[in-house]
């Protein structure tokens, strides 16, 4: 089995399965024994897997699987899964491009390739976006946020200090996982991971929007705790519709296929903004007297939600605001005050 990745077009299909094995797939190894030449040795499994519910997304792999390989692999149903598994030969192949394993463990990066024409980058955006890629719709509005969240293994300094933080094991985490949010970690801890802890993955992904002049964020979201392991979550955000209508321009992404999350809290809308625009005027920082206004909106309407469903701004906003983390604007500041006397 021999690929030509000097044609263009086996370029972006071998680029977007590179992007489906990073996804929803999986490139892993088995040692064993062979009886009939006396000797050791290791299999190479590549698989994609996905719910009964995608079983069309299990048979474009399929198809891009014949086109570049020239054979069909195997599909089998499991539960409520459907897997596809490929040949030990196939494994070989991908072998010069990705390490086997786990990915939160091996911490793959893209190959150097799918960087080499805007074909094969958006032939393995098309392949990540389907398999990870998520929506946020919010009610009442149009905003849309497009995600991709992925884990990644912390360095075993990191897990160290997050075992001394919460003073657990996590190997006796067997049932749950726990999750700590950026916000509450300590800053030391935040920079550690940071730096040493980073999904190359989404790295990559950054790189190809970057180059694509498409406006995104890419932040480190939480730690998660369980028996695997300690892992950080990284995720990466296109929040503005115009760059999301971009990537389907750019035939990267199907909106109507992605999974949506609905959001019943909207990002941040006054009633005399249009839905999705910034709130413009002033701003200022977070005075006693604005901390005090927000305590007794509070005590009105009994809860922190209840008060950011009344400023229609995100919960997460309000908390921002009260904090001095984030400027408050004087529009929202005389809606509070109106809040907070009626």
Known sequence: MRIFLERPKLQ???????????GDGSFEFFDYYDEKYHMKRRYYSVRYTTSLGKLEDAQHFANLHKELFGFEPKIYSRAKNVEVC????VGHVIHCFLPPGRKTLTNPR??????????NMI??????????????????????????????????????????????????????VTCIYKRILP??????????????????????????????????????IN?????????LSIGREESIRKLQRFKAINVNKLKVNVVKYPTSKMGIREPGKKISGDRMLASKEIIGLFEKAR???????NVAVALKVHPKMVYRYRKGISSV???LCDELKRLAIT
């Open 86 to 89: 490929s040949r030990h030969t």
């Open 12 to 22: 972006s299909l071998f680029s977007e399965l590179i992007g489906h094995i990073l």
């Open 329 to 331: 604007p004087a529009i």
């Open 227 to 235: 028996k695997n392991g300690v892992t950080a979550t990284w995720t």
């Open 110 to 119: 893209i190959p150097p390739f799918a960087y080499s024409s805007k074909d």
């Open 187 to 224: 800053i030391k801890l935040i920079k550690e991971v940071e730096t040493r802890s980073r999904c190359n993955v989404l790295d990559g992904v950054s790189r190809i929007l970057t180059h694509l002049e498409i406006d995104h964020t890419l932040r480190f979201l939480r730690i998660n």
């Open 123 to 176: 032939g393995f955006l098309k392949a990540i976006f389907k398999d990870e890629g998520y929506l946020y719709q919010y009610e009442r509005t149009e905003d849309l946020n497009l995600k991709i969240d992925m884990n990644v293994g912390v360095s075993e300094r990191t897990k160290e200090e997050v075992i001394a933080l919460l003073n657990v094991d996590y190997r006796e985490n067997n049932k749950n």
């Open 299 to 305: 005590n009105k309407v009994k809860s922190w939600k």
